[in-house]
């Protein structure tokens, strides 16, 4: 069974543009980018984007095992 951080089972706050950005060690722009190609998990709440961050974590190990070139998921494994 998958579990949050937390011990409840309220759902995981979605993370904002901004934030995925920081989160993944990329810019805003790159972001943007990205969701435009479909190469990153994402949802829309009407027309704002956000993130899942479980979803970006295994994204991003997911790019990692297969040599992704996205450089700035180096960081992202250790969270």
């Keep these: 069974m ?3 951080t937390s011990e409840t089972n309220e759902p995981e706050r979605l993370l904002t543009v901004k934030e995925a950005a920081a989160f993944l060690s ?3 722009r790159t972001i943007y980018a990205m969701v435009a190609e479909r190469r990153i998990p994402y949802r829309k709440a009407g027309r704002l984007l956000r993130f899942e961050r479980s979803e970006l974590l295994e994204w991003s190990k997911e790019q990692a095992a297969i040599g ?3 450089a700035g998921l180096r960081a992202v494994v250790n969270w």
């Design 68 to 70: 992704g070139t996205d």
């Design 26 to 28: 990329l810019k805003p």
């Design 2 to 4: 998958k579990s949050n």
